[in-house]
């Protein structure tokens, strides 16, 4: 069964509009992050974002913040003001408590979603 | 420093060679990680070291062999590849036990198996 979802394989946006990236997931461990982690053509994943299940409060990182909705298992990236440099591929990644190995933990990847900034 | 550097940044190599990739990172992690992204795909965990033993392998060919000689350096020696081993490997390192801690990636190696 997947745990990470991100339904848009693409996005377009105009240069300085606000963006909103998808991301649902599913786990039974009540103990979990989630994480948001952008990836541009060169190939280095840059971590953007990170959100705990028992975080009162959505994220936020600059211009980027996440809207953390536990009860529908969303947890979706939002960009605010986008700039021709946001264009990459960007993905959402879950690291549950329970996966825990001698303190190493496993980071479960979405699909991603290619986001493309039109000047 | 934030870094995790990855040796070589791009690999060709024969289904016969032997070849190794090579991480570093001096942030004091004692989590590292092999990732492999095909192209337009997630990374896929490969393999996970923790104080420098392996703890988790995700059913990886022994074609890929991990190797952890100290706490900054992580190696991926491979033999006898196949063509559609070819992807771009990552490297990552994470603070052990901390959940709320985001891992560091290095910037790839891209290997072509001709």
């Known amino acids: 069964a997947q745990k990470i979802t991100q339904t848009q394989p693409g996005m377009f946006v105009q240069e300085k509009e606000a963006v909103t990236l998808d991301c649902t997931y599913d786990?039974?461990?009540?103990?979990?992050?989630l994480f948001w982690y952008k990836q541009p053509s060169s190939g280095e994943m840059i971590f953007l974002i990170y959100?705990?299940?028992?975080?009162?409060q959505n994220a936020t990182e600059g211009r980027y913040s996440l809207n953390f909705q536990k009860a529908r298992k969303s947890a979706n990236l939002v960009i605010s003001a986008s700039q021709l440099g946001d264009s990459a591929m960007y993905f959402c990644?879950?690291?549950?408590?329970?996966?825990?190995?001698?303190?190493?933990?496993?980071?479960?990847f979405g699909q991603g979603t290619r986001l493309t900034i039109n000047p | 420093d934030t870094e995790v550097t990855q040796t070589p940044k791009h690999l060709v190599m024969g289904m016969t060679n032997k070849k190794s990739l090579k991480c570093e990172q001096h942030?004091?992690?004692?989590?590292m990680y092999w990732y492999k992204q095909k192209a337009k795909k997630p990374p896929e965990l490969m393999f996970v070291?923790?104080?420098?033993?392996?703890?988790i392998n995700e059913s990886v060919p022994s074609r890929f062999s991990p190797e952890c000689p100290n706490s900054s350096l992580l190696n991926l020696h491979l033999h006898a590849l196949q063509p559609e081993d070819s992807a771009l490997y990552l490297c990552?390192?994470?603070?052990?036990?901390?959940?709320?801690?985001?891992?560091?990636f290095g910037q790839g190696t891209r290997l072509t198996v001709v």
């Open positions: 990552a390192s994470s603070l052990e036990g901390q959940q709320n801690t985001e891992a560091f």
């Open positions: 786990t039974s461990d009540p103990s979990y992050g």
């Open positions: 959100q705990g299940s028992y975080d009162q």
């Open positions: 990644a879950m690291r549950e408590a329970g996966l825990r190995i001698q303190g190493a933990q496993k980071l479960v």
């Open positions: 942030m004091g992690h004692r989590a």
């Open positions: 070291y923790s104080y420098e033993k392996l703890s």
